[in-house]
């Protein structure tokens, strides 16, 4: 797998373009952590570097006015890698949307959770708050009629 990666670097030697270009390219791909390799270079999958070359393919035909027939034929056969690029990226979107989602539905439940334990125990208080208030008044006639003695 190691094999297929490659640096910023190396992709813009092979396509002819600068880093700066391929750095440009990198900013369509959909935001997320990008590779290393072990020394901390940045590194690019298969599939991004195909997307890549496709973007770099476009700008560099879109400079050159009379283009052979055989170089749009290559151009259309690397379309179905881009769709693929972006179809593992729809499908990773929706793996962490499910995540994000089943951890949401975990802190619902347990929010649910802490509602009726603090529904209870208002409960409780306002009970107590009227034992105590009966309590009060109490003493009170008790303490009046022993005044009244």
């Not at 560099?60 to 890698?81: I, S």
């Amino acid at each position: 797998m190691s094999e297929e990666l490659k640096t910023i670097k190396e992709l813009a030697d092979e396509l002819g373009v600068s880093k700066q270009a391929i750095q440009y390219h990198i900013k369509s791909l959909i935001n997320k952590n990008r590779q290393t390799n072990d020394k901390g270079v940045t590194v690019l999958s298969a599939i991004e570097q195909e997307f890549i070359r496709g973007k770099v393919d476009k700008q560099t035909n879109k400079n050159k006015t009379n283009e052979p027939t055989k170089k749009r034929q290559t151009d259309k056969q690397k379309e179905p890698n881009i769709n693929q690029y972006l179809l593992n990226e729809i499908e990773e979107v929706k793996k962490n949307r499910d995540k994000q989602l089943a951890v949401k539905d975990k802190q619902i439940e347990n929010k649910d959770i802490q509602i009726a334990q603090m529904q209870n125990l208002l409960d409780q208080q306002q009970r107590l708050a009227l034992q105590d208030k009966k309590l009060l008044e109490e003493y009170k006639a008790e303490n009046d009629s022993l005044k009244a003695l």
